[in-house]
Every structure is written in structure tokens, then in C-alpha cells.
């Protein structure tokens, strides 16, 4: 069994590649970034820290990467793996599918016979759609069959959170990855063709359609609340947000607004569901898990996108006939949000045009929700609430 993985960021090294090493499966990945495939390749070797679990922390060794540059190698690798996993970035999708394409019409050629199975391990919305449809489009006539046979499109949902190296860390290893204390990956099982490798962790899951959305609209929800709250009330880390009454009590709100609607539309029983969110919340108020607000909230142009962590649930519960009050508090917050972390440019953005153009333009051009609606009329008592509250200026 041999597996492909895209990205060699902190999920991909700290809990695909990390699962596959201990599974004993070869694996390689592809990187765009050269200067992180060097290092990668150079050193041959990086270090997984898990949180709170030293005693499970340890190297993965004999890790190799391929550059984008190198198309020959990476598409002969795609031809000869069972399973491919991509964790580049919702955006940076569309840069993959040139490859998957090419990877599936030499597999066509080569092993007709044998199903591939590519997995998606992105936060982002239908990702698998976004690479079916893509390949769908651009795949040679003679590779067709092959593709709806013998190709598996499918979803992950990834649980375990990666954090950045401190410096101390980086010293001693370059790669070196802090990620939390959970082993399992869950996977649509109805998408796949064939079977995936034995990888440690796998949980096939049939019914994946309420269980990608109920991951969506409770864990990332509450986050993106959680830490554009968090930076607007001066938080650096975001398990210390995360255990400030003011903002726990928000939290409570967006849980409950969103298992309203989850309960509602798949069944789940509201214990079931209350269970759920303590999962949530508990990893958050984890002191452990020294993850940063400013991470969490980085990009905010995307993350108040319309169908996002925040205004995407918030128009899933208005459109349920229930009043998003804790969600409008996230959105409030996060049309706020501010860093002079040069790295983001997304936020000194949002910052001008909130400046230059105010609230309602963001609403109705970012969010797409029109400032006399109940939710965009939410968001703006939110935002007086807070600037009594001295948050805002």
C-alpha cells in the first residue's frame, strides 16, 4: 500500500502523514513551497509533540517530498498509490487538479483494473465537489470510464488541531509539530471506491452528509466566535477566551442556536448533540493547547465569507425562524477584528474598508446579508453593544 498526500503543513505532517507512519504505509508528499520541501527532504525526518500525551509524541522518519515543479515524479506517484489525501488550503484546490487529472489518466493506463481513492482534508465547503468537477472537466475521454468506475472522490473530517512550533522548538526541529491529543480520521464512506489502506484511526462513516455539517456549524462555529471575540476583548490565547464567562456565555448561545437546527434537520437527539458541543467547547478551554486567537482568526475576509464559520450557520438559523444572537456577536466581532500581524493582509483589508466603506458595505458585500435584515440588524446591535462596552472605538 503506498499514499499521496498534498500540503506538508501541520495537518498533513502532524496527522495524515503521522497516522500513515504508524500504520507502516508509504507514503510521500507534495509540496508548492520548495524551501519547505528542501527541508523536508534534507533533514528526511520530523517531530510530532502530542499535547498533553508526551509519552505518544515521537519522530516520523523517512519523509520525502515532491516539489510542483517536479510533474513527472508526482503524477507517476498518484498512478501508483491507493489513496491520495490533499490538505493544502479550501483555495489552493484548484492548483491540485491539474495533477490528480494527469494522475488518474496514467492509472487509467497502467492499472485499470485497481480503484484510487482521493481524500479531501480541508475546512472548507464540498471540497470533493470542487476536485470531481474540476477533473470532470478536464480529463481526457479516454480516462472517463476509468474515473467513474474506478475513482473514489471523498471527504474527511479533520478533529485533531495543529499548532504552531515555539521558537525553543524549532531549534531543536524545523518541522517540529504540536498537535492535540486525538487519533481518529473520519471519512465518507459512501465516495469511495474500493477501500482505503489500513490506516490507524480511519472511522468510516456512512452517513457523512449531518456529520461534515454538524462538525461545521458546532466546532468551527464556536471557534470562529471564540477567537474574533476573544482578539476584540484582548486575548492573545485562545483557551483563555475560551474560559471568560462573558465569552462562555456567547458560546452557550451559538451552541444552541446552531443544535437547534442540527437536531432538527438530521435527528440527532438533544443529548447527543449538547455532548457534541461539550467536545467543542472542552477543546478550546484546553490550557493545554496553547493555540493563539490571531491564528485561529487569521483571513477574516474569508471567514466572514457567506457560507463561512460564522454567517453561514447565523443564515442556517435565521432561516430556521430563530434569532442568531450569539453568532451575530462572532460576526460583530469579527468585522472588527484587528492585527498588526504583517503576515495577514486579509485584516489591514478589512480594516480600510470597514474605514473607508463602514459596517454595511462588508455586510452586504462580504457577508452577502443585507444590513436591514434581522440578522444584519443583529450584527449592528451587537457592534453597539460592544462599543459601550468600550471594545470598540
Known sequence: MSCVIFGAGKIARGFIGHLL???GIDHVFVEKSDQLADLMNSRGKYYVNILGNPEKSGEVTDARCLKYSEEEQIIDAIAHADAVFNAVGGKNLQDIIPFYTKGIE??????????????????????????????????????????????GITEAVILRSGIDATEEQKKKDPLWVNVQDYWYLHVDASRLKGSLPAIPGLHLVDE???????????????????SFVGALFGYRVLSDAANDPEIVKILEKVYAETSAVLCAKYGFSKEEQFEF????????????IADTTERNARDPIRKLGPDDRLVGPARMVEAAGIRPEG???????????????????????????????????????????????????????????????????
Not at 208 to 226: D, P
Not at 359 to 370: F, K, S
Request: proline share 4%; charged share 30%; aromatic share 10%.
Open 327 to 393: 453568532l451575530a456577536a462572532g460576526i460583530a466581532a469579527a468585522i472588527y477584528y484587528h492585527t498588526d500581524n504583517p503576515d495577514d493582509p486579509s485584516a489591514e483589508k478589512l480594516r480600510q474598508l470597514r474605514e473607508q466603506k463602514g459596517t454595511d458595505y462588508i455586510l452586504e458585500n462580504i457577508c452577502h446579508v443585507q444590513p436591514d435584515s434581522v440578522l444584519g440588524k443583529l450584527v449592528h446591535e451587537k457592534i453597539d453593544g460592544f462599543r459601550r462596552e468600550g471594545r470598540i472605538r
Open 106 to 151: 496514467r492509472k487509467a493506463e497502467l492499472m485499470p483494473d485497481a480503484c484510487i481513492n482521493f481524500v479531501t482534508c480541508e475546512n472548507w465547503k464540498k471540497p470533493a465537489d470542487i476536485l470531481r468537477d474540476g477533473i470532470e472537466a478536464s480529463i481526457s475521454d479516454s480516462a472517463k470510464p476509468y474515473f467513474e468506475k474506478k475513482t
Open 277 to 288: 458541543t461539550r467536545g467543542s467547547l472542552n477543546k478550546m478551554q484546553n490550557r493545554v
Open 208 to 226: 457523512f452528509g449531518g456529520f461534515l455539517e454538524r462538525k461545521f456549524y458546532t466546532y468551527n462555529a464556536a471557534n470562529g466566535t471564540c
Open 21 to 23: 507512519f504508524l500504520g
